[in-house]
């Protein structure tokens, strides 16, 4: 027994194998416990004396493999994820597994197999135990994945499809690639025409070496799945080289139909193909054909749309009896966004009507005209001999729906219970949680501190045995005292400040370094951020100082509402509370609540300011002025262009400078272009809740900051920064000069999700009266103009705003933002540029909110538009905004 434990801590596997292999089965057993107690030993050393005794890995392995009974001790043993990295040769694995019979061989395979993918149990180890016990090949994840990753390294020149013919269970692989939970593992192995996968399946098939319905059935099941976005690289391919005959593919008109309604892009266009195939051929009926153009007509992609109309078109000129089944069908795409699909589909039921003799047929098409524009359900009036279809909700009729505001809301008292507490402590740690949340969580930190220190600390004990600070040599290897009292960068997120408290409360950090780190402060950095960043900061280590030597009774400056905002007379009761235990007023926490008190209702400013003043104390005298001098200040602004981008400069705000810390003033000093470094430290976008948080009624000083954040989203396609925009809106005070220019950067946003947040936001505005869309639009024409923001983009954003019923919202915004662009197409002349590319989008947009809801005058520049000679998108929808608008035609 000493033999073999002395040759696993010298790494010796082949040693080690050689000596259990004489062992007898009794003793292997016996070794276990031992084999067990190394391991654990090697799991729990520091990494910088680990890589001494990982060398004994591979022999452990074998050891432990060896020495287990059973066969799913042993798959776990030889899997283990400390033994990944250092693992046995297969060779020698598998020899010493050869003893054992061959049904437990065959149940390691399979559990081996079973793993995960991320376990990497290498594949010749897992195949040999297959060969060797003659069991079924396992069909997993695993092992298909590393069969691919096998065969596309370990065969030097041999061409791949000789590779995959020397496969002894080629077809039950070959079926696994298509049930991958995962293709993404292997899809850079797979390549791209001749040599890759692909061809190759698609040979073995032609060869009969694979059953070519099951290959078939097995691509287009795939595909019907679904998965991720680029999936269909590797199965399509493979379905389109198999060339299916027009008898194969009529056996499956209900997959194609399937594929063609929800598949992504790709996919569905080769299932429009293919149908479209069977029909000129005769292989569909009208119904069938009708039940697949249902499904596309309704796709977004405008190609598709057009190219099943062009089909349903054939159909009915080769067989007119099918106008009843297939006309209905056609005028589904009259609900299509893009007018141009609806006027197509149109001139196929004007073409068409005459020979519809099925009233039901007549009267489905007659009810889906009126989603037709108001020019349009003229001639589908006409076409059906019929009186004008009405508009399910017509421009008389109209009235704008905007989505009610949020509302916000009075969080809950910070918990009694220690316990509840460190639960939510423990929740804040794993993931970040809102405003509320976090204040909730400091002011219980405080009070639990205050009142019994001990019995905090035996409730975080959990929370804190999984902070990186409480392991073993932690303030040995990672100097928490530097750490932690490390202010150049400050706290970086609320997190950072969590893992502060909790450090300190369980004595990791030292007194000396605390007051410290409170009297340096944190550095000053020339960007926008570094106001919002300092108060956080000073706040934090402000709290963190008290707990450890005066504790607070409670903090003075939590919320009283979701958005940050402090109730005055909430605030004059607390003070009353530290006036009564005679605490000492802590700087930072009463100049935050000075911040957030709300002084814009002067009814309750001025009672609570009586109060305040009755008081009898520094704090409260201070409070009494605050309430009375008025509502918040607002800094003057103006405009300032940088290369593309539009930002604004902000001037000095008086009122934040006197009687305010050094670390609060910073937020009451001129912002400049030159503040917007394209990198700093501040970098973390889930900051940005507790900025609006720190002056909830005064958002513009927040949002000046975060306009180059904002630009970002649309020049640099950044993702990500307009989460903010939501809080933005919510938040109080004037929406003035940066909140609408970094909604407008949000609306032309890179990413589907940041324009989203912009549309929330701007809806927010809307309902709450706040939104100014006649500059809001100006501003959009401007940053159009430059290049800052995509017409598409922006198109995209007001679409989706106007579909939750803010038409006249959004005609308004656009109303000024389309004069700008249209300007510049009546000055171009012969070498300039041509018109802004998504322009005919903008227009298309604007035309339908003209529709609903009922606008009227004249739009500067767009009779020279519509005036313009052809048919592109950008004329004809310019004529549908001219009629929409009841303006004259151009001379």
């Excluded at 019929?386 to 009235?399: K, L, S």
């Excluded at 928490?480 to 970086?492: I, M, P, V, W």
């Excluded at 500059?775 to 401007?782: H, K, P, S, T, Y």
Aim: proline share 6%; net charge neutral.
């Amino acid at each position: 027994m000493s033999a073999v434990l002395e040759a696993v801590r010298m790494g010796r596997a082949g040693e080690t194998e050689l000596l259990l292999r004489k062992t007898p089965d009794a003793e292997r057993r016996a070794l276990l416990p031992e084999l067990k107690r190394l391991r654990k030993e090697v799991r729990a050393l520091p990494w910088e004396q680990r890589n001494r005794l990982e060398r004994m890995y591979p022999a452990l392995q074998v050891a432990g493999a060896m020495c287990h009974s059973g066969a799913a001790a042993a798959a776990t043993w030889i899997a283990g994820a400390d033994m990944r990295w250092r693992q046995a040769p297969t060779e020698t694995l598998l020899r010493a597994l050869a003893g054992r019979d061959t049904g437990w061989q065959a149940d390691v395979a399979h559990r081996l197999a079973a793993r995960p993918v991320s376990a990497d149990v290498p594949f010749p180890l897992m195949a040999g135990l297959v060969r060797r016990s003659g069991c079924e090949v396992p069909v997993t994840d695993a092992y298909v994945v590393g069969w691919v990753r096998h065969i596309g390294h370990g065969w030097g020149r041999v061409p791949l499809i000789d590779r995959l013919r020397a496969e002894p269970d080629l077809a039950p692989l070959v079926n696994g690639l298509f049930e991958l939970s995962d293709p993404g593992e292997v899809r850079w192995l797979f390549g791209d025409g001749p040599g890759s996968w692909q061809s190759a399946i698609a040979e073995l098939t032609r060869t009969g070496e694979l059953d070519r319905g099951a290959v078939a059935d097995a691509c287009v099941a795939r595909l019907l799945r679904g998965g991720g976005p680029t999936d269909h690289r590797i199965f399509l391919p493979v379905l389109v080289q198999l060339a299916l005959t027009r008898e194969e593919e009529r056996e499956r008109v209900t997959d194609w139909t399937a594929l063609a309604r929800d598949a992504v892009s790709p996919v569905a266009a080769h299932a429009q193909a293919v149908l479209a195939a069977l029909a000129l051929d005769g292989g569909l009926t009208a119904r069938q054909l009708a039940e697949a153009s249902e499904g596309l007509l309704f796709r977004t992609e405008k190609k598709l749309v057009r190219a099943q109309l062009v089909l349903l078109g054939k159909a009915l000129a080769r067989e007119p009896a099918s106008a009843a089944q297939l006309l209905p069908t056609v005028a589904q795409a009259f609900g299509h966004e893009d007018t141009q699909v609806q006027e197509r589909a149109l001139k196929l039921v004007e073409r068409h009507a005459k020979r519809l003799d099925d009233p039901a047929a007549r009267s489905d098409i007659a009810g889906a005209a009126g989603q037709l524009s108001p020019v349009l359900r003229t001639r589908a009036a006409d076409a059906l001999g019929i009186a004008a279809v009405a508009a399910p909700e017509g421009p008389e009729g109209y009235q704008e729906v905007l989505p009610p505001a949020p509302e916000p809301f009075r969080p809950a008292p910070a918990p009694d219970s220690a316990v509840e507490l460190a639960e939510e402590v423990g929740a804040l740690l794993a993931a970040d949680g809102d405003v509320a949340a976090f204040e909730r969580a400091l002011d219980g930190l405080a009070r639990h501190a205050h009142r019994d220190q001990d019995a905090l600390r035996a409730a975080l004990e959990p929370v804190a045995a999984t902070r990186w600070w409480s392991q073993p040599d932690a303030r040995r290897w990672w100097h928490t005292d530097e750490y932690f009292g490390n202010t150049r960068y400050g706290l970086l997120g609320a997190r950072d400040g969590l893992e502060l408290l909790l450090a300190t409360l369980f004595g990791v950090v030292g007194t000396d370094t605390l007051f410290a780190a409170q009297q340096r402060g944190p550095a000053d950095h020339e960007c926008a951020h570094t106001g919002f960043s300092r108060v956080f900061d000073v706040r934090l280590r402000e709290l963190a100082y008290r707990i450890r030597t005066d504790p607070q009774p409670l903090l003075l400056a939590t919320p009283s509402w979701s958005t940050g905002l402090l109730e005055p007379g909430e605030l004059v009761d607390r003070l009353a509370v530290y006036g009564r235990l005679g605490a000492r007023v802590g700087a930072a926490d009463y100049a935050q609540a000075l911040l957030r008190v709300r002084r814009e209702d002067r009814a309750a400013a001025l009672a609570a300011a009586e109060r305040a003043a009755a008081l009898g104390t520094p704090e409260g005298e201070r409070l009494a002025r605050r309430l009375s001098a008025g509502g918040p200040a607002l800094p003057t602004s103006h405009h300032r262009t940088s290369g593309v981008r539009i930002l604004v400069e902000s001037g000095e705000v008086l009122e934040l400078q006197a009687d305010f810390p050094e670390a609060f003033r910073r937020l009451g000093r001129p912002v400049t272009a030159g503040d917007e470094r394209r990198y700093c430290h501040h970098w973390g976008q889930e900051n940005h809740q507790h900025w609006l948080a720190v002056l909830p009624e005064q958002r513009e000083l927040v949002a000046v900051r975060l306009v180059h954040d904002l630009s970002q989203a649309a020049v640099d396609d950044q993702r990500g920064i307009a989460a903010a925009l939501p809080l933005l809106a919510e938040s109080g005070g004037t929406a003035g000069d940066s909140t609408r220019l970094c909604v407008a950067y949000g609306l032309g946003a890179r990413h589907p999700e940041d324009r989203l947040a912009a549309v929330d936001a701007l809806l927010v505005l809307a309902a709450r009266g706040q939104l100014d869309a006649e500059r809001l639009g100006a501003d959009l024409g401007q940053l159009v103009r430059r290049g800052a923001v995509k017409p598409l983009r922006l198109a995209e954003s007001a679409r989706t705003a106007a579909a939750t019923g803010a038409n006249t919202t959004i005609w308004e915004m656009l109303r000024h933002t389309l004069p700008v662009l249209l300007a510049d197409l009546a000055t171009a002349g012969a070498g300039t540029p041509g018109p802004v590319r998504g322009l005919g989008e903008l227009l298309s947009v604007a035309a339908e909110c003209a529709e609903r809801s009922g606008a009227r005058g004249a739009l500067p520049h767009l009779s020279q538009a519509a005036a313009r000679r052809g048919s592109s998108r950008l004329v004809v929808q310019a004529r549908r905004l001219r009629d929409a608008l009841g303006e004259e035609a151009a001379a």
